[in-house]
Each structure stands twice: as structure tokens, then as C-alpha cells.
């Protein structure tokens, strides 16, 4: 992070009751900043509150897959001088695409693709208009090849890596800073939900710390267009880039068929 006053008053972290979303809020927390916390569950807020978070706070309970929950957080923010939104708040599945259901599917565009666009979009403006400003996308090391059996989550993390390093070019001339974090598997409540559809035993990857994300990511801010943080994470990035699709869509079909609990018909 280049200069902490550039990024305002307030930080509005999404997800922060829980994973990577609330090691960012910690951290962002412990630089003196005060927090909008944003989740669907008040009760896993107020536990954070209670647990982890020592600062000046607001919370938002809303649902960002949906329109409505996007304008209270936009609503409940507009008074306070915003200058950072991290937008972690995320939903995965893993299973054959023709076993899953619409609901599920169309939440997961939603959170990372829909929600992505409306926040940039409200805040960006917000942030060019005080002079400065960031926004930080939560994406996944699986945005960086179609991933079979996870293949509405894949392509929707790969449209976050995209849009947020388009993003950071535009707005760069504005003085304000967007970068993608691109995490592989991390121990947060998601991993345990994937655990339930994926025989982890089965997939060689270690999981690491939510810290380290959000602090990678605080580090990378102003600095870079996107991070990858922990060395395994960018051997593994640096393999996907030197693999042809056709490879690596191939392997990971591979191994998350072989993984799954629920085998496909
Ligand atoms: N864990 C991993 O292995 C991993 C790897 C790569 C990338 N990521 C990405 O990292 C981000 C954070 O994931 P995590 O692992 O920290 O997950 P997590 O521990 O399950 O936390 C997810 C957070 O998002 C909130 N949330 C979920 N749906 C929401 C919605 N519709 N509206 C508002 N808030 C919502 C959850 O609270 P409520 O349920 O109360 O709303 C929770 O605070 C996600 O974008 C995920 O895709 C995770």
C-alpha cells in the first residue's frame, strides 16, 4: 500500500464476516481505518465484532446478489468519506454443471460478476470525483483456465481477473488504484462448504492462510494490477501460463472429476 491516507476515512470491506473478507477488515483495521463491514448473516457480523474488530464500525446486512442489497450498501455509505472498497464476499460450487441448479449458478455470477461491476461503478465514480481512491476484486487462481466441474465459479473468477485489470488501466490516470488478488485454496469457511462436494484427499492443494491473502494484497495495492499471493500459488500461476488451455483444462477436469462426491451421471 502506497500512502494509507489516500484511501479515505472509511474502508467498505464485503465478506468481512468471515475468511479473507474479515482479515482484510483486521488489517485494514489495525492502519487506523474505520470499517463498513458487509454480510448477509448480522449474527456472524456482530460475532466478528465482538471477536476481531477494535475500530470504528458500521455493518451492512444485505444480500449483494441482489439489486436491493447493492443500494442499501450504496445507501448506507454515501455520507462517509469511502476511499477503499474490497469487495472478498464470494459463494463456490463444485459439481457437474448439469447437476447444479439455476439458483446456485445465477448467485455465483452475481456476487462476483454483477456485484464487481456495481460496486466499481459507484464507488469509482465516488473516487474520482474526492481525487483518489481503490477498489480490490477477490478473484481465484481458478479464473486463470475453464475449469470443469467448477466451470460457472471458473469463468466467473476469470471475468473478475479480467475486469479488474481493465479497470486498473482506466482509472489509473485518476489517481485511483484497482487490483485483483488471485488466491489459490485458503482455509476459510468456503474451503470447509468445497470439502463437502470435493474428496480433498484427492486434490493436491495446500491451503493457506487468510491472512497472508489480505496482507499480500495491502501490500500490492498501489503498486501492482494484480497479485498472487504465496510462493506455491505463483509456481502454480506460472505453470497455468505455460500450459496451452487445452492442458490445463484437461488436467483439472481430470483431477476434480476424480475428486467429486457426487460423480456425475
Ligand atoms: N477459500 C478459498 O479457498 C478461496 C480460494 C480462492 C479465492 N477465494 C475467494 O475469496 C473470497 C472470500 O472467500 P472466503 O474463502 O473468505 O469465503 P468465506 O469464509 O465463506 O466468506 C465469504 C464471505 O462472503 C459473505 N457473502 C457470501 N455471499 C454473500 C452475499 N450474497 N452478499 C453479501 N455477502 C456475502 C459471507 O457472509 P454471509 O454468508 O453471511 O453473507 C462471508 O462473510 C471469495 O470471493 C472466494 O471466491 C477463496
Known amino acids: 500500500m502506497k500512502d494509507i491516507e489516500k484511501y479515505g476515512e472509511w474502508v467498505v470491506v464485503t465478506g468481512a464476516s468471515s475468511g479473507?473478507?474479515?482479515?482484510?477488515?483486521?488489517e485494514l483495521a489495525a492502519k487506523g481505518k474505520k470499517i463498513v463491514l458487509v454480510a448477509r448473516t448480522e449474527a456472524n457480523l456482530q460475532q466478528m465484532l465482538?471477536?476481531?474488530?477494535?475500530?470504528?464500525?458500521?455493518?451492512?446486512?444485505?444480500?449483494?446478489?441482489?439489486?436491493?442489497?447493492?443500494?442499501?450498501?450504496?445507501?448506507?455509505?454515501?455520507?462517509?468519506?469511502?476511499?477503499?472498497?474490497?469487495?472478498s464476499a464470494g459463494l463456490a460450487h463444485?459439481?457437474?454443471?448439469?447437476?447444479?441448479?439455476?439458483?446456485?449458478?445465477?448467485n455465483l455470477q452475481a456476487i462476483h460478476?454483477?456485484?464487481?461491476?456495481?460496486?466499481?461503478?459507484?464507488?469509482?465514480?465516488?473516487f474520482v470525483n474526492r481525487g483518489s481512491g481503490g477498489l480490490i476484486f477477490v478473484s481465484s487462481g481458478f479464473g486463470f483456465a475453464p475449469i470443469p466441474y467448477a466451470a460457472v465459479y471458473g469463468a466467473s473468477k476469470a471475468f473478475v481477473i479480467s475486469f479488474g485489470e481493465a479497470l486498473a488501466v482506466e482509472l489509473r490516470s485518476k489517481n485511483v488504484d484497482v487490483l485483483t488478488v488471485i488466491p489459490g485454496a485458503t482455509?476459510?469457511?468456503?474451503?470447509?462448504?468445497?470439502?463437502?462436494?470435493?474428496?480433498?484427499?484427492?486434490?493436491?492443494?495446500?491451503?493457506?492462510?487468510?491472512?497472508?491473502?489480505?496482507?499480500?494484497?495491502?501490500?500490492?495495492?498501489?503498486?501492482?494490477?494484480?497479485?498472487?499471493?504465496?510462493?506455491?500459488?505463483?509456481?502454480?500461476?506460472?505453470?497455468?501460463?505455460?500450459?496451452?488451455?487445452?492442458?490445463?483444462?484437461?488436467?483439472?477436469?481430470?483431477l476434480l472429476k476424480s475428486a467429486l462426491i457426487i460423480q456425475p451421471e
Open 94 to 106: 463444485a459439481g457437474a454443471f448439469l447437476n447444479g441448479t439455476s439458483k446456485t449458478d445465477t
Open 20 to 26: 479473507i473478507g474479515r482479515e482484510f477488515a483486521k
Open 187 to 254: 482455509k476459510t469457511n468456503m474451503a470447509e462448504k468445497l470439502a463437502e462436494q470435493i474428496d480433498m484427499s484427492k486434490v493436491p492443494m495446500p491451503h493457506g492462510d487468510p491472512r497472508a491473502v489480505a496482507r499480500a494484497g495491502l501490500a500490492a495495492l498501489g503498486h501492482k494490477d494484480s497479485v498472487v499471493p504465496g510462493a506455491m500459488n505463483k509456481v502454480m500461476a506460472l505453470m497455468m501460463g505455460l500450459m496451452s488451455r487445452r492442458m490445463a483444462k484437461g488436467q483439472f477436469g481430470k
Open 50 to 87: 465482538e471477536q476481531d474488530l477494535d475500530a470504528s464500525h458500521r455493518i451492512v446486512v444485505a444480500d449483494l446478489c441482489t439489486a436491493t442489497g447493492l443500494k442499501a450498501l450504496t445507501q448506507a455509505t454515501k455520507e462517509l468519506d469511502v476511499g477503499l472498497v474490497v469487495h
Open 113 to 126: 460478476m454483477s456485484a464487481s461491476v456495481e460496486i466499481a461503478r459507484v464507488f469509482g465514480r465516488r
